[in-house]
C-alpha cells in the first residue's frame, strides 16, 4: 500500500494531520481519527453516526448499495435457505458454522438451557396484563442479572459462554411467557423434543387443555424470519448493548438495554408500524391518494416497511421475507389477504414513483414481516419481541467480540456544544414571579 492510500492528510488552523487510514476485508477505507483530539483538539461531528465506524468487527458484513447482506461471509439467502437458526447462531457467536459433533452439542445446550428459574415466572404477576409486551421484556431480561449472577463475571470467558447460552435459551421462553399473560393463558413449559422454533410456537399457541401439533411449514417459516433478523452489524440497538457493555456491565443488562432501543418505530417496531399503516390504507384504490400524503413533507408520514440507514438498494432480507409469507399463507389457505395485495400494489407504486426511486428508498425486512406474523397468529404488540428474540444471537455476538477486543475502551462520544455561556446563579426570589 503506498503512503497515499495509507493515510489522509486533515489540513486545519495551519496545521497538518496525518490520520492513518485502515483497510477492511470488504468496505470503504476507514480514516482513524482516534488520536485527532490528542493532537489538534478538535472533533469531528456525525450525528446519527452516518460516517463513523465505531468498532472493527468480524461478524457481518453490508453492502447496502448493492443489497448484501454476509454472516462471516455467508450470503443471508443461503443461510436462510440450507441452514437453520441454531447454526446461524453457533456462526454469529463461534465464527464458523458447526461441524455435525458441534452442533449437536450445542443444540443441546441451548435446549437443555431454555428453562426459566421458577421464580422468574412470578415476576410476570406484577405487570398490568395490558402492558405492551416490549415493556415486559426489558424487565424481565434486566432481571436475568438476578437470577443468574454465577454468569454475570465478564471478565471470565466460561462465565460469558454460559450467559450466552442462557439468552439465546431463555429468550424464547419469556417471550412466549409475555404473550401468554397478556392474553391471560396459562404459561407453557418448553419441550425438549421440539426445534427452537416449533419449540417456540408451542410455547405461545398450545394450551393445557389439548394437544398441540406444531405443523413443520410454519415451524420452517418462524426458523427463516429469526434467521432473517440475527444480526445485523452495528445497527441502533447493538450499537446499545456495545455501549453499554464498554462500561462492563453485565451481559443481561446489556440486552436488555438492546431490546428498549429495538422498541422504537424507528428500528424495530416498524413492522408493526407497517402492518397497521397497510390496515389503514384498507384498500388498494387508496394507494395514491396515501403516496401524495407521503411525499408531501408537511404530514410526516412514512412509508414505513421501506427506506434504510445502509440499504440504498432492496434488502435482501426482504425477498426471502416476502417468498416466506406466500409459503405462510398458502399453507394456512389464505387465498385472498387484502394487506397482502395493498402491500404489493403499494410496493410496485413506490419502487416507479420518482420521489422513492430518487431517495434509492426500497422495502426493508419489516415490509412483509407484519403481513407473515400476523398469519403465523401473532398480535402486532408481539412483533418487536420477535424480532429481539431473533435478535438476541447478534447482539450477544457482537458483545462476546467487543469484550474480547483488547482495544476496547468505554464508549464516549463527545459533542458540539451550542447551550449558553458561563453565568452566575440567580436566586429564585431575583427571578420574578
Ligand atoms: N417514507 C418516505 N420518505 C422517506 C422514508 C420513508 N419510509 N425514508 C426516508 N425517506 C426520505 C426522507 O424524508 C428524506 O427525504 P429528504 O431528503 O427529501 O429530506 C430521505 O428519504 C432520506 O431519509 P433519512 O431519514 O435521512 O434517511 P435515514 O437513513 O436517516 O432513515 C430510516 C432510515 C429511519 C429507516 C427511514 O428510511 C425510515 O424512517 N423508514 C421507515 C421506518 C422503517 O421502515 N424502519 C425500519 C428500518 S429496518 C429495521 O430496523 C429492521
Given at each position: 500500500?503506498?503512503?497515499?492510500?495509507?493515510?489522509?492528510?486533515?489540513?486545519?488552523?495551519?496545521?497538518?494531520?496525518?490520520?492513518?487510514?485502515?483497510?477492511?476485508?470488504?468496505?470503504?477505507?476507514?480514516?482513524?481519527?482516534?488520536?485527532?483530539?490528542?493532537?489538534?483538539?478538535?472533533?469531528?461531528?456525525?450525528?446519527?453516526?452516518?460516517?463513523?465506524?465505531?468498532?472493527?468487527?468480524?461478524?457481518?458484513?453490508?453492502?447496502?448499495?448493492?443489497?448484501?447482506?454476509?454472516?462471516?461471509?455467508?450470503?443471508?439467502?443461503?443461510?436462510?435457505?440450507?441452514?437453520?437458526?441454531?447454526?446461524?447462531?453457533?456462526?454469529?457467536?463461534?465464527?464458523?458454522?458447526?461441524?455435525?459433533?458441534?452442533?449437536?452439542?450445542?443444540?443441546?445446550?441451548?435446549?437443555?438451557?431454555?428453562?426459566?428459574?421458577?421464580?422468574?415466572?412470578?415476576?410476570?404477576?406484577?405487570?398490568?396484563?395490558?402492558?405492551?409486551?416490549?415493556?415486559?421484556?426489558?424487565?424481565?431480561?434486566?432481571?436475568?442479572?438476578?437470577?443468574?449472577?454465577?454468569?454475570?463475571?465478564?471478565?471470565?470467558?466460561?462465565?460469558?459462554?454460559?450467559?450466552?447460552?442462557?439468552?439465546?435459551?431463555?429468550?424464547?421462553?419469556?417471550?412466549?411467557?409475555?404473550?401468554?399473560?397478556?392474553?391471560?393463558?396459562?404459561?407453557?413449559?418448553?419441550?425438549?423434543?421440539?426445534?427452537?422454533?416449533?419449540?417456540?410456537?408451542?410455547?405461545?399457541?398450545?394450551?393445557?387443555?389439548?394437544?398441540?401439533?406444531?405443523?413443520?411449514?410454519?415451524?420452517?417459516?418462524?426458523?427463516?424470519?429469526?434467521?432473517?433478523?440475527?444480526?445485523?452489524?452495528?445497527?441502533?440497538?447493538?450499537?446499545?448493548?456495545?455501549?453499554?457493555?464498554?462500561?462492563?456491565?453485565?451481559?443481561?443488562?446489556?440486552?436488555?438495554?438492546?431490546?428498549?432501543?429495538?422498541?422504537?418505530?424507528?428500528?424495530?417496531?416498524?413492522?408493526?408500524?407497517a402492518l397497521?399503516m397497510l390496515g389503514?390504507i384498507g384498500t388498494v384504490d387508496n394507494i395514491p391518494?396515501f403516496i401524495?400524503?407521503?411525499?408531501?413533507?408537511?404530514?410526516?408520514?412514512?412509508l414505513?416497511g421501506f427506506?434504510?440507514?445502509?440499504?440504498?438498494?432492496y434488502?435482501?432480507?426482504a425477498k426471502?421475507m416476502q417468498q416466506t409469507a406466500h409459503?405462510?399463507l398458502s399453507?394456512?389457505?389464505v387465498k385472498d389477504d387484502p394487506l397482502l395485495d395493498v402491500a404489493r400494489e403499494l410496493e410496485r407504486v413506490a419502487l416507479n414513483d420518482?420521489?422513492?426511486?430518487?431517495?434509492?428508498?426500497y422495502p426493508?425486512?419489516?415490509f412483509y414481516s407484519g403481513i407473515t406474523?400476523?398469519t403465523?397468529?401473532?398480535?402486532?404488540?408481539?412483533?418487536?419481541?420477535?424480532?429481539?428474540?431473533?435478535?438476541?444471537?447478534?447482539?450477544?455476538?457482537?458483545?462476546?467480540?467487543?469484550?474480547?477486543?483488547?482495544?476496547?475502551?468505554?464508549?464516549?462520544?463527545?459533542?458540539?456544544?451550542?447551550?449558553?455561556?458561563?453565568?452566575?446563579?440567580?436566586?429564585?426570589?431575583?427571578?420574578?414571579?
Open positions: 500500500m503506498s503512503d497515499a492510500e495509507s493515510s489522509a492528510k486533515l489540513a486545519f488552523k495551519g496545521q497538518t494531520y496525518d490520520l492513518p487510514v485502515k483497510k477492511g476485508a470488504l468496505g470503504p477505507d476507514v480514516i482513524d481519527i482516534s488520536k485527532l483530539y490528542a493532537e489538534g483538539k478538535v472533533f469531528t461531528f456525525d450525528p446519527g453516526y452516518t460516517s463513523t465506524a465505531s468498532c472493527e468487527s468480524r461478524i457481518t458484513y453490508i453492502d447496502g448499495d448493492e443489497g448484501i447482506l454476509l454472516h462471516r461471509g455467508y450470503p443471508i439467502d443461503q443461510l436462510a435457505e440450507n441452514g437453520d437458526f441454531i447454526e446461524t447462531c453457533y456462526l454469529l457467536y463461534y465464527g464458523e458454522l458447526p461441524n455435525q459433533a458441534q452442533r449437536r452439542s450445542f443444540e443441546h445446550a441451548i435446549t437443555h438451557h431454555t428453562m426459566i428459574h421458577e421464580q422468574m415466572s412470578r415476576f410476570f404477576q406484577g405487570f398490568r396484563r395490558d402492558a405492551h409486551p416490549m415493556a415486559v421484556m426489558v424487565a424481565v431480561v434486566g432481571a436475568m442479572s438476578a437470577f443468574y449472577h454465577d454468569s454475570t463475571d465478564i471478565d471470565d470467558p466460561r462465565q460469558r459462554e454460559i450467559a450466552s447460552h442462557r439468552v439465546i435459551a431463555k429468550l424464547p421462553t419469556i417471550a412466549a411467557m409475555a404473550y401468554k399473560y397478556h392474553i391471560g393463558q396459562p404459561f407453557v413449559y418448553p419441550r425438549n423434543e421440539l426445534s427452537y422454533a416449533a419449540n417456540f410456537l408451542h410455547m405461545c399457541f398450545a394450551v393445557p387443555c389439548e394437544e398441540y401439533k406444531v405443523n413443520p411449514i410454519l415451524a420452517r417459516a418462524m426458523d427463516r424470519i429469526f434467521i432473517l433478523h440475527a444480526d445485523h452489524e452495528q445497527n441502533a440497538s447493538t450499537s446499545t448493548v456495545r455501549l453499554a457493555g464498554s462500561s462492563g456491565a453485565n451481559p443481561f443488562a446489556c440486552i436488555a438495554a438492546g431490546i428498549a432501543c429495538l422498541w422504537g418505530p424507528a428500528h424495530g417496531g416498524a413492522n408493526e408500524a397497521k389503514e391518494a401524495e400524503k407521503v411525499k408531501d413533507k408537511s404530514s410526516n408520514i412514512r414505513m427506506g434504510h440507514r445502509v440499504y440504498k438498494n434488502d435482501p432480507r426471502i409459503e405462510v399453507e394456512l389457505g420518482k420521489y422513492f426511486v430518487e431517495r434509492k428508498l426493508n425486512v419489516d406474523l400476523r403465523l397468529g401473532f398480535p402486532t404488540s408481539m412483533f418487536t419481541v420477535l424480532f429481539a428474540l431473533a435478535r438476541t444471537v447478534g447482539w450477544i455476538s457482537q458483545w462476546k467480540e467487543m469484550i474480547e477486543d483488547p482495544s476496547q475502551r468505554i464508549g464516549r462520544p463527545r459533542q458540539l456544544y451550542n447551550g449558553p455561556l458561563k453565568r452566575d446563579y440567580v436566586s429564585i426570589s431575583k427571578r420574578g414571579k
